[in-house]
């Protein structure tokens, strides 16, 4: 298992290897039992995410929204069809900066929407503003190399 890619588990924040090969066929958490990779939008909170962003392979996109936002509101549906359409490629995550301000700090977040793409302990890129899933899908298909 060798050329394993590292996957935080974003329900327990344990840290998974999985065969590349295995990365489309639903690998699950070895601690927990989640899904790693479930082509949805998962829920993150700060443990999750700073493990994840610091040890995964697999590109990681992050929408910083909250509930009172109406782009964000507006952009969710959109950012769900594009994770849907990068399933087994890429996972797709949000964070509730309403409920984890200090979140927004830490990333010199100034406005929400806002898009991250983190991959191999670095962030990759950043986007601002709410866009169509087509549009998220090339913005990540652009920074991250993934030719779905």
């Avoid at 479930?38 to 929204?65: C, H, I, M, R, S």
Wanted: proline content about 7%; glycine content about 10%.
């Amino acid at each position: 298992m060798a050329n394993g890619k590292k996957l935080t588990c974003l329900d327990c924040a344990s840290v998974n290897r999985v065969p590349e090969d295995r990365l489309g066929a639903g690998p699950k958490c070895g601690v927990c039992g989640g899904k790693l990779m479930t082509g949805k939008v998962a829920e993150l909170d700060p443990k999750a995410l700073a493990k994840a962003k610091a040890n995964d392979q697999v590109p990681l996109v992050v929408d910083f929204w909250a509930p009172w936002c109406g782009p964000c509101r507006m952009m969710a549906p959109e950012f769900s069809k594009a994770a849907a359409k990068l399933s087994g490629e890429v996972r797709f995550a949000k964070i509730n900066t309403e409920d984890f301000p200090k979140v927004s700090t830490q990333h010199g977040i100034r406005g929400i929407p806002l898009m991250i793409v983190f991959q191999n302990g670095r962030e990759v890129a950043r986007q601002a503003g709410a866009m169509p899933a087509a549009q998220i899908e090339g913005f990540v298909r652009s920074k991250t190399g993934v030719n779905v």
